[in-house]
């Protein structure tokens, strides 16, 4: 299967993007859908994940987070919400996508939304790292049975399986925050949701290489080579990881004009599937045809932590 990863300013069309993204949900060779977010566009991918949430019925949409910009209790609430959206028309299918700004994009967003400068990259990513494992405690907060609806009693949740958490962290401009919980929002279908890293630089693998259940790697000026990151993840035998009892699928940024174009590349050895870049939703028809027929395209789901 197949990731198809929509750019923000694509999104900008609502009527092209609830038709592309209603496409994407009828073809079974593609597995999930990233909505890009960069703060600059103006749009948030997880409102728009909630819009399309209803109208799917199949396929797992994984809106990106800004981080810093998002608060950690915010993004957990947030997604939570998505996850229990996308259970009332299919299986629950909810992911997040965790992103940093940096240099001058990040300067821009920043000034737009009135929040300090961008940290350099290494700040950035540790904070990501740490604004995840927050919003994973509030994700687990409740147990799955902790509401009860006891009308008799009046009582909606069973309190004593609504736990307090915690977390403590360190922000990309070296400030300690604390999230505390529990979540306000009841612990989604699926609890803890995919986590989507986009890796183009060594900053972003450390931290995918602790968090990330799947790994897009962003193809660019090749600061991260697809062996290095099978290096630090493990391929799929899973023989040569870290902590060989978690599978991390790779898998590889392209364009997909080029795909129209040219056809469905050759994966590399040990990488699990293609995550597609879609900036014109105009292409989205012709990419699904080329996509069917090839049988190339093929992923490894992700698993959970």
């Known amino acids: 299967m197949t990731t198809v990863r929509i750019s923000p300013a694509a999104a900008l069309d609502i009527p092209a993007l609830k038709d592309a993204v209603t496409a994407l949900d009828a073809d079974p060779t593609v597995e999930r859908v990233i909505l890009g977010d960069d703060h600059v566009t103006g749009q948030s991918a997880v409102v728009l994940a909630a819009w399309l949430a209803p109208q799917t019925t199949r396929i797992a949409l994984v809106p990106e987070a800004p981080v810093p910009n998002t608060e950690p209790f915010h993004a957990a609430t947030a997604t939570a919400t998505l996850d229990h959206l996308t259970a009332f028309t299919g299986p629950a299918r909810a992911g997040w996508a965790p992103t940093v700004q940096t ?111 799947v790994v897009v790697l962003r193809r660019g000026d090749g600061s991260v080579t697809v062996g290095e990151v099978l290096e630090k993840l493990g391929t799929p035998d899973r023989s040569d990881s870290a902590s060989p009892d978690r599978y991390v699928p790779v898998l590889l940024e392209v364009d997909a004009s080029g795909i129209v174009n040219s056809g469905v590349p050759e994966l590399p050895e040990g990488v699990s599937g293609l995550a597609v870049e879609v900036d014109d939703l105009s292409t989205v028809r012709p990419l699904l045809d080329a996509l069917a027929s090839s049988t190339t395209g093929d992923t490894v789901a992700g698993h959970h932590r």
């Open 103 to 213: 240099g001058e994009v990040g300067r821009r967003d920043a000034a737009l939304v009135g929040l300090r400068p961008p940290a350099e990259p290494a700040s950035a990513w540790e904070h990501a790292v740490d604004v995840d494992t927050a919003v994973s405690a509030l994700w687990g907060s409740w147990d799955p049975d902790a509401e009860i609806r006891d009308t008799v009693t009046a009582r909606f949740i069973d309190r004593d399986k609504v736990r307090y958490t915690e977390t403590t962290g360190t922000d990309a401009a070296g400030e300690t925050f604390t999230v505390k919980g529990p979540s306000i929002v009841p612990r989604s279908p699926q609890g803890d949701l995919t986590t989507v890293i986009t890796v183009d630089g060594q900053e972003s693998l450390s931290a995918a290489s602790r968090i990330a259940d």
